[in-house]
T-cell receptor, first 116, second 118 residues
């Protein structure tokens, strides 16, 4: 079974530019989450999709961040325009059940974003 | 509000030593899950364990063991006879568990960088 895949693995952009991160969850997983870790701090929740619907986006920092999951498969997270404080590692995770049940949350390798 | 504290930012041990990673949590919820994840140099977050708040039994899996103490709100992780391959960042996390069985998103600690020297 393929795991959660994220693209790109690294991205270096200048302040003011736009970047789009992509996440492909494990096939069949309706629940998709975005998290990020900034400056070696804790990993923080950004938002949660159930299929194509945003279930909880309370962690999105501001309106420069836009997440989509058209068709309920892969998801994209766009940052426009990027600011220096957006630098960090962005993780995507998926699960079959929202309650985790017998399956844990599966994380991808993350995308390391550097804004200069 | 939920909070997870991993006071140890970095730990270095020599191979074969035992090491304990501390995790202290705060929550007003009576039902919740606790987790440990490992992030090796390759970057992915690898699930290690999930415990629910109903079950305070300690758990052992090979060289790994976990000590859950509700009285002190701690969920510590011990690696016995550490190996170089154990070098990674370890994250403790907490999630509220609804009565329906569904769970809220994870609240992570800031992680502990463990370095095992040969």
């Amino acid at each position: 079974e393929a795991g959660v895949t994220q693209f790109p693995s690294h991205s270096v952009i200048e302040k003011g530019q736009t970047v789009t991160l992509r996440c492909d969850p494990i096939s069949g997983h309706d629940n998709l989450y975005w998290y990020r870790r900034v400056m070696g701090k804790e990993i923080k929740f950004l938002l949660h999709f159930v299929k194509e619907s945003k279930q909880d986006e309370s962690g999105m920092p501001n309106n420069r961040f836009l997440a989509e999951r058209t068709g309920g498969t892969y998801s994209t997270l766009k940052v426009q325009p990027a600011e220096l404080e957006d630098s960090g590692v962005y993780f995507c995770a998926s699960s079959q059940e929202r309650g985790f049940g017998n399956s844990p949350l599966h994380f991808g390798n993350g995308t390391r974003l550097t804004v200069t | 509000a939920q909070k997870v504290t991993q006071a140890q930012t970095e730990i270095s041990v020599v191979e074969k030593e035992d090491v304990t990673l501390d995790c202290v949590y705060e929550t007003r919820d009576t039902t919740y899950y606790l987790f440990w994840y490992k992030q090796p140099p390759s970057g992915e977050l690898v699930f290690l364990i999930r415990r629910n708040s109903f079950d305070e039994q300690n758990e052992i899996s090979g060289r790994y063991s976990w000590n859950f103490q509700k009285s002190t709100s701690s969920f510590n992780f011990t690696i016995t006879a550490s190996q170089v391959v154990d070098s990674a960042v370890y994250f403790c996390a907490l999630s509220y568990l609804f009565s329906s069985g569904s769970a809220r998103q994870l609240t992570f600690g800031s992680g502990t960088q463990l370095t095992v020297l040969p």
